[in-house]
């Protein structure tokens, strides 16, 4: 069974850091694409940035430039480094495991940013 823990959530000011981990167990992690999604209060779920099982990487254009996501296949966990949040970026942050027809998520961590 696919189980994906997303943790490193929290509130931090305006300008601040955090970084989410996304630990996955129950799948063939190398395979499959990584994403991070966030939804806020009121507001359908939003993509924020990808990590291929083949390395490349993409991003929304809200956050690139600020978040840095990352992959280690050896511990099965996807990154997100975010840097210079801002109160925008306040949503529930989760992460998702995709391959063909086949997609899992995460339970999410909650990201607050005060200004």
């Known amino acids: 069974q696919v189980h994906l823990a997303e943790s490193g959530g929290g509130l931090v000011q305006s300008g601040g850091s955090l970084r989410l981990s996304c630990a996955a167990s129950g799948l063939t992690f190398d395979l499959w694409d990584m994403a991070w999604l966030r939804q806020s209060p009121g507001k359908e779920r939003e993509f924020v940035a990808r990590a291929r099982w083949n390395g490349t990487t993409d991003y929304s254009d809200s956050v690139k430039g600020r978040f840095t996501i990352s992959r280690d296949n050896a511990k099965k966990t996807v990154y997100l480094q975010m840097n210079n949040l801002k109160p925008e970026d306040t949503a529930v942050y989760y992460c998702?495991?995709?391959?063909?027809?086949?997609?899992?998520w995460g339970q999410g961590t909650q990201v607050t940013v005060s200004s």
């Open positions: 998702s495991a995709k391959f063909g027809r086949y997609d899992h």
